[in-house]
């Protein structure tokens, strides 16, 4: 009798030791950002974007302004990388210093007053 319960606790260990390495697998990072989601939270209108690679190419810039409340998402090639340098400026002539961002950790470039 205590063999049976024995066998069947180590295969529920089992079970649940694969369950959790497949799962931590499917946690991974991806190696490449895809898209960035830009969302002006400011009171005034987002007149510039500039969103730069590792490799200094720009991958994404702002066409016309984007008002306040409003969001615009930004597709990105493949192969940039996570880590992007995001640089902005508003109406009220603030300036948003160049900042680095991981987009794929967390593809939300959020501006905020």
């Known amino acids: 009798m205590r063999s049976k319960v024995l066998m069947a606790a180590l295969a529920g260990c089992s079970v649940l030791a694969a369950g959790s390495a497949m ?59 996570c880590v992007f340098t995001i640089s902005a400026s508003f109406a009220d002539e603030a300036e948003f210093e160049p900042t680095e961002q991981d987009l794929c950790m967390d593809k939300t470039i959020r501006f905020v007053d």
């Open 23 to 81: 799962a931590q697998g499917s946690r991974a990072a991806p190696k490449n950002a895809s898209e960035a989601l830009v969302v002006n939270g400011r009171s005034v209108a987002l007149t510039g974007l500039e969103i730069t690679s590792a490799k200094g190419e720009k991958v994404g810039t702002l066409k016309k302004a984007l008002e306040p409340g409003k969001r615009q998402s930004f597709k990105i090639r493949p192969r940039n990388g």
